[in-house]
C-alpha cells in the first residue's frame, strides 16, 4: 500500500508541475497562432466545457466512493451495478452535451457574437467539440473506477504523456496551418480525449477483477445511493462555483 500510495503522490506532482510548465510555454504559443480573438473564443468555449462538467451532479465524486467501498469489500456484484448505473448516466449526459454544441454550430453566434461571420469554420470546431464532449463524460466512469481503485499512477502517466503530445501536436500543426488555428486545436482535443478513452477503458477491461459494464446490472437502489451521495458533492460545486463568479464584481 505504501508504494502505491508513493508513486500515486509523485505522479500526481509531477503532472502538476507538467501542466504549469505547459501551460506557461504554451499560451505565447496560442496566442500568437490564434490571435487575440480567436484565442479569446477558445478559452470562452473551453469554460463553457468546464461547466458543462456540472452536468454529472456529483455522480462522477460517488463513484469514486462507490468503487472504493465496493472494491474494498471484494463485492464483485455491487462494483459492476455502481460502474454500469454510472456509464448509463453519463451516456445520457453525453448525449445532451453533444446535442448542446451541435445545436451551437448552427446558431454560433450565441457564444461567439457579432464576430461569427469573421471567423472561419465555426461550425465546424462546435460540432468537434461535440464530438469530444460525447467521450469525455463516459471517460469519467473509467477514470472514476481507476482512481477507486487506487491506480492513480496510471491515470497521472497517460495524462503526463498526453499532456506532453497534445502540446507537440498543436505547436508542430499550428506552425503547418496558419489560418486553421481553431479547427487544429479543435481536431487535436478529441484525438487526445479518444486515445485517453482507449487506455483507460482498456485498462479496466485488462484487469479481470473489475466485472464488465452490463445494461442488466442497472437497478434503482443503485441509482438511489449514487444520486443521493453525488447530489450533496454536486451542491458544494455549484456554491463553490457561485462564490468563485462573485468574486470578480466585489473586486
Given at each position: 500500500m505504501s508504494k502505491k500510495l508513493l508513486l500515486n503522490s509523485l505522479s500526481g506532482t509531477t503532472?502538476?508541475?507538467?501542466?504549469?510548465?505547459?501551460?506557461?510555454?504554451?499560451?505565447?504559443?496560442?496566442?500568437?497562432?490564434?490571435?487575440?480573438?480567436?484565442?479569446?473564443?477558445?478559452?470562452?468555449?473551453?469554460?463553457v466545457i468546464g461547466y458543462m462538467g456540472l452536468l454529472d451532479l456529483g455522480v462522477g465524486t460517488a463513484l469514486v466512493r462507490f468503487v472504493a467501498v465496493a472494491d474494498g469489500k471484494a463485492n464483485r456484484e455491487d462494483l459492476q451495478k455502481t460502474i454500469s448505473t454510472a456509464f448509463v448516466f453519463f451516456s445520457i449526459v453525453a448525449g445532451i452535451a453533444s446535442l448542446l454544441f451541435f445545436l451551437l454550430s448552427n446558431k454560433p453566434e450565441l457564444i461567439a457574437g457579432k464576430e461569427t461571420s469573421k471567423i472561419a469554420n465555426l461550425s465546424i470546431v462546435f460540432i468537434l467539440l461535440g464530438i469530444n464532449a460525447c467521450m469525455l463524460f463516459p471517460l469519467q466512469v473509467f477514470t472514476a473506477t481507476l482512481m477507486g481503485i487506487q491506480r492513480h499512477y496510471y491515470i497521472n502517466c497517460v495524462r503526463l504523456v498526453l499532456l506532453v503530445l497534445n502540446a507537440f501536436l498543436n505547436y508542430f500543426l499550428l506552425q503547418h496551418y496558419i489560418g486553421y488555428g481553431?479547427?487544429?486545436?479543435?481536431?487535436?482535443?478529441?484525438?487526445?480525449?479518444?486515445v485517453q478513452f482507449i487506455l483507460f477503458a482498456g485498462a479496466i477491461w485488462l484487469d479481470k477483477t473489475i466485472p464488465p459494464i452490463s445494461l442488466k446490472a442497472v437497478t434503482r437502489n443503485k441509482v438511489t445511493e449514487i444520486f443521493s451521495f453525488g447530489g450533496k458533492t454536486a451542491i458544494l460545486m455549484v456554491a463553490s462555483r457561485l462564490q468563485n463568479l462573485s468574486v470578480v464584481p466585489i473586486i
Open positions: 503532472l502538476y508541475v507538467a501542466n504549469v510548465a505547459v501551460a506557461f510555454v504554451m499560451s505565447p504559443v496560442y496566442i500568437r497562432a490564434l490571435g487575440n480573438r480567436d484565442y479569446g473564443l477558445w478559452e470562452l468555449v473551453m469554460s481553431l479547427v487544429v486545436m479543435a481536431i487535436v482535443t478529441p484525438t487526445i480525449t479518444l
